[in-house]
């Protein structure tokens, strides 16, 4: 599959590229798995004198050490009878015959649990030569792992990088190009395939590398997580058990929780069967340092200030897994994935509805940067807050409010996973719905949009707005 985007990281490789002529330049480049941080290396370096290095945690220091030789004098870098006996010598060899080149380490976090005096034998290498025109690239996808490598105060290497690249999952609209490649030509494709892969990269490659393209989401989840010797069954897994160790139990409770509509602290810890007191230490190192869960606060509130608060986990397959394998892990465990399959089928729709807002927000965002809303957002998420229903104390939900603090001016939106979708009945109650928002209730200009597959009637009304599939296609495809 061709390259798809990635400009400004691209742009700031080269950056860093120019920079490195005259000295040592450093980077780190991190994301979560399959986002393509591998692939933005290979692009970048392709034209480019480079040597790659991939840190695999099941070899052993010296086996690594070996074959890292190995490529040295593959690459002519080194002569075929030198021999390289410590990593110390290892390093030495890299800034005495690597100027002028890029060399990457790939998951080098690893060096972790193969050979932990790694990082001080590069520290003192990075003090020592300083002025060696090199390009170091290091790359990683355990966040908390890297952090804790870079980051620490107390890390050898802290303050020895020059740049930070964090990688994000592409947009929707980049998402659209891979799935169009993949024979997919339908919007409502697009976003439920998005709704399951997000624009996380490696998935959209395996559809073409096990020839799924342009088949049912269904039949390609079945491929590649539910079935025998999946590709990528036990991947979640995988990558969990080495960015928490053993105390992998609470966390996976709570991301259970929060993938199966647990969000608000009180929820998890009850689903977790804990306080909160003790939940809170694990959700925060799942917000700060692994960065895994995201907190969501309604968008008329400050995040600084206000004790509301939701969970929702970053990554979509991350979420589809919990929500649906991990809750039912004896069924998965014993590969009953006819009965598994069954569950998904039943929920799936309802599961792509909560993601379906995620586009929508995209969608705003995209005709906010092209000047077409009714006016320019400045903020944009979802709200929630509390009313009184006679006694009965209720919260209201909005799916989306997009809001301009300067001009006094506010759009609440829903969004209906469903076709021929009844207009009025669901702007009437969005208006009242908007009546519990506290923000500039008495000056502010009110505008109302649903987003559904399709609707019965496009109603025309003031300051309302309507968009089905077929207005995401255009405003995408433009």
Known sequence: MRFINRQVELKELEDCYAFSKKKLFSVVIYGMRRVGKTELIKEFSKDKESIYFFVYDNKTSKALLSE????????????????????????DVLFDKCRGKIVVFDEFQNFREIYPAIFSVFQRKFDENKDVPILMIFSGSLIGMIKKTFEDLKAPLYGRIKTKIKLAPLSYKDTRAMLD????????????????????????????????????????????????????????????RQEFGKRKGTYYTILEAIA????????????????????????????????????VVPVTENPEKTRKGTYVIRNPVMAFWFRYIHKNISLFEGKNFSELIAIIRKDLG??????????????????????????????????WGPYRDNEERKTAEIDIVA??????????????????????????????????????????????????????????????????????ERTFKS
Request: hydrophobic share 40%; aromatic share 16%; proline share 3%.
């Open 260 to 295: 199966t509509g647990h969000t608000k602290l009180n929820e998890i810890a009850t689903y977790a069967g804990r306080n909160i007191t003790s939940i809170t230490r694990y959700l925060n190192d799942l917000t700060e340092k692994y960065e895994m869960v995201g907190r």
């Open 68 to 91: 890292y030789e190995e490529e040295l004098k593959r690459r002519n870098i080194i002569e075929p009878l030198v021999k390289i006996e410590t990593w110390e010598n290892f390093a």
């Open 181 to 240: 490649i993949l024979k997919y030509k339908k919007e409502s494709d697009f976003v439920e395939f998005y709704s399951i892969f997000g624009g996380i990269p490696k998935y959209y490659v395996a559809i073409e590398d096990f020839e799924l393209e342009g088949k049912p989401l269904i039949d390609v989840l079945m491929y590649l997580f539910l079935r025998e010797n999946a590709p990528f069954g036990y991947e979640v897994l995988d990558v969990l």
């Open 403 to 472: 809001l301009n603090d300067s001009t006094k001016e506010i759009l609440f939106c829903e969004c209906k996973w469903q076709d021929n979708v009844d207009a009025k009945k669901i702007l009437a109650e969005l208006k009242e719905k908007a009546k519990f928002v506290q923000w500039n209730n008495e000056k502010r200009k009110e505008h109302y949009a649903v987003f559904a597959k399709s609707f019965r009637e496009k109603i025309k009304e003031p300051n309302v707005l309507l968009f089905d599939l077929k207005d995401f």
């Open 350 to 383: 309802r599961y792509e509805g909560r993601q379906f807002e995620i586009v929508g927000r995209e969608f705003f965002t995209e005709l906010n940067t092209k000047g077409t809303m009714p006016f320019k957002f400045s903020k944009i998420g979802t709200w």
